[in-house]
């Protein structure tokens, strides 16, 4: 491994500080030079904090010179611009709100704040947070690091290429109907999704209060899981946060063949990319090599649940967006148009939707019963360029969350993890889903299938 | 009593907001429209009405 620190791990970081061959003012200074020159390329970040980084890594360096090490700390951090920081701007992406200075921190700034991680910017992102391409027209284009004329997958665009492109050691993600793990798999890196009200959404924007969660984008399962111990935990300034205690560790000894492994036969592997399910497939027959207990399923339900996540999301989105439609001219045509589809929603409707909901949940819930993970891809669909995907309704931009959406609706953990390359070099994501709040169960998972395998640890040429 | 096609109820709801749109967005969102009135015309066809609204946990015990 090279000496730079773009693409070292938390730990990793950690111990460089710890024998101090680098303090954390020069490792930050290091990640701003290549922001600077990176950024005008890929546009990860939307603002990049050069000053208070400054004074937050001489925070830092005083905290680890008196002992106080932390399991964050001095670890250089990208935040999508949902995300509340104190005196700086939440755009969302958004015109609307391009003036717009949080008064306060989100639960989640504080938590780094009192880590004294470096925050070194806000990403990039789709406008509102909806959309599923990362394309947004009121901000510099946001490209993948693996291919500069392809998109890097949404909502957190910024986030997942400014691990992907190593401009920060791990970024900050929303996903509703797959906003961190779409874009994670694009651009060949990680990204998890907890259970639904584990982490505090307590100052970040919402787009649909039923399906949002805040999760970690990194370099690897073992980061998010690191990220998930500071993170996670009730809030009671969040309605929507639960109040339970989650526990999240490494396991040593992983018992493999005690962990069922379902491989769904029907809906996810329907009119897919030939090269994504070749990958995922083999990726199954690998977990089977490893000593998992690998099995074919159907679950004949599951069809529905694209419709039931957008059944509830988009009244709710609307209802959130009922402040902003006044300026209407201000939105992007693609976020518009998209939004416009849920007008006229009936209480009933929505009702029906959210009882629907609450079937389907049963109906999972009793599957997961006899199964601890899901094993499924993240997209359907190839990476398509940017040029090819300014209209709302691409089959791309329909499609790309047809697994994800899934996993919003009952509040699963899950988690992308690259599982390899395309045929034109593209990364494919391999997405594990668990039971709900069994989420370290998860992410232990991932991290064999990491311990195992290469893919996390390819690079772009950037 | 008049009948009022899809379109013109998609207009009135853009109306009732002061929103206007040029022809090919008012196209764009009037198929979005479409696509989630459909959507909605097969969550309704189903029972689920001992359900409460957006449950996530339940208790499992007696489920074989």
């Known amino acids: 491994m090279s000496n730079?620190?773009?693409?070292?791990?938390?730990?990793?970081i950690r111990n460089i500080y710890e024998t101090k061959q680098a303090s954390v003012s020069e490792i930050s200074n290091t990640f701003i030079k290549r922001i600077k020159i990176l950024n005008p390329?890929?546009?990860?970040?939307?603002?990049?904090?050069?000053?208070?980084?400054?004074?937050?890594?001489?925070?830092?360096?005083?905290?680890?010179?008196?002992?106080?090490?932390?399991?964050?700390?001095?670890?250089?951090?990208?935040?999508k611009d949902l995300v509340d920081v104190k005196g700086k701007i939440t755009s969302a992406g958004s015109k609307i709100l391009e003036k717009n200075i949080a008064k306060s921190n989100s639960k989640i700034t504080e938590d780094f704040n009192q880590?004294?991680?470096?925050?070194?910017?806000?990403?990039?992102?789709?406008?509102?947070?909806?959309?599923?391409?990362?394309?947004?027209?009121?901000?510099?284009?946001?490209?993948?690091?693996w291919d500069l004329e392809r998109v890097p997958g949404g909502s957190s665009s910024g986030s997942a290429v400014a691990v992907s492109a190593g401009l920060c050691t791990f970024a900050i993600g929303t996903d509703t109907g797959g906003s961190v793990r779409m874009p994670a798999s694009l651009c060949g890196i990680t990204g998890f999704k907890p259970s639904y009200g584990i982490v505090s959404r307590r100052g970040v924007l919402d787009l649909s209060w039923s399906m949002d969660h805040v999760g970690p984008m990194a370099r690897s399962a073992e980061d998010c899981l690191e990220v998930m111990k500071v993170i996670s935990g009730f809030d009671i300034s969040d309605k929507y946060s639960q109040n339970i205690t989650s526990n999240f560790s490494k396991i040593d000894n992983h018992k493999r063949e005690e962990i069922s492994i379902a491989v769904p036969k029907n809906y996810f592997f329907d009119d897919i990319d030939p090269d994504i399910k070749k990958t995922i497939l083999s990726a199954a027959n690998k977990f089977d090599d490893l000593g998992y207990r690998v099995e074919e399923i159907e679950i004949p339900f599951v069809e529905e649940g694209r419709n039931i996540n957008v059944g509830v999301l988009l009244p709710e989105a609307i209802s959130i967006h009922k402040q902003y439609l006044y300026n209407h001219d201000k939105y992007t045509r693609t976020v518009l148009n998209r939004l416009l589809g849920g007008l006229g929603v009936t209480a009933d409707e929505y009702l029906a939707a959210s009882r629907k909901m609450s079937k389907f949940n049963f109906e999972m819930s009793k599957l997961m019963k006899k199964h601890n993970i899901l094993l499924t891809p993240t997209v359907p669909v190839k990476t398509p360029k940017i040029k090819d995907s300014e209209s709302p309704n691409t089959p791309e931009a329909n499609l790309m969350g047809k697994f994800t959406g899934v996993f919003n609706?009952?509040?699963?953990?899950?988690?992308?993890?690259?599982?390899?390359?395309?045929?034109?070099?593209?990364p494919i994501g391999l997405m594990l889903s668990g039971r709900m709040l069994e989420d370290n169960d998860v992410l232990n998972v991932a991290i064999d299938w990491q311990k195992e395998t290469e893919f996390h640890k390819l690079l772009p040429d950037i | 009593?008049?009948?009022?096609?899809?379109?013109?109820?998609?207009?009135?709801?853009?109306?009732?907001?002061?929103?206007n749109l040029s022809k090919e967005d008012f196209d764009q969102s009037y198929l979005s429209y479409k696509n989630?009135?459909?959507?909605?015309?097969?969550?309704?066809?189903?029972?689920?009405?001992?359900?409460?609204?957006?449950?996530?946990i339940f208790d499992l015990s007696d489920e074989q």
């Not at chain 1, 880590?115 to 993948?144: D, M, W, Y």
């Not at chain 1, 609706?409 to 593209?426: C, E, N, R, Y």
């Not at chain 2, 109820?9 to 109306?15: E, G, Q, T, V």
């Open chain 2, 36 to 56: 989630f009135r459909k959507n909605y015309k097969e969550i309704l066809d189903d029972d689920f009405n001992h359900f409460e609204p957006r449950q996530r």
């Open chain 1, 409 to 426: 609706l009952t509040g699963q953990p899950s988690i992308s993890v690259p599982a390899g390359l395309s045929k034109d070099k593209m």
């Open chain 1, 4 to 12: 730079n620190p773009f693409y070292k791990s938390i730990e990793e």
């Open chain 1, 115 to 145: 880590q004294n991680s470096v925050i070194i910017g806000k990403t990039n992102l789709v406008e509102f947070a909806f959309g599923t391409l990362g394309i947004n027209t009121n901000t510099p284009t946001c490209r993948n690091p």
């Open chain 1, 41 to 79: 390329k890929i546009n990860a970040y939307l603002e990049v904090f050069d000053k208070e980084s400054i004074t937050d890594s001489k925070k830092a360096d005083e905290y680890i010179k008196n002992g106080n090490q932390n399991i964050l700390t001095g670890i250089i951090i990208g935040l």
């Open chain 2, 1 to 19: 009593m008049t009948e009022f096609s899809s379109e013109d109820i998609f207009k009135s709801l853009l109306d009732s907001k002061n929103i």
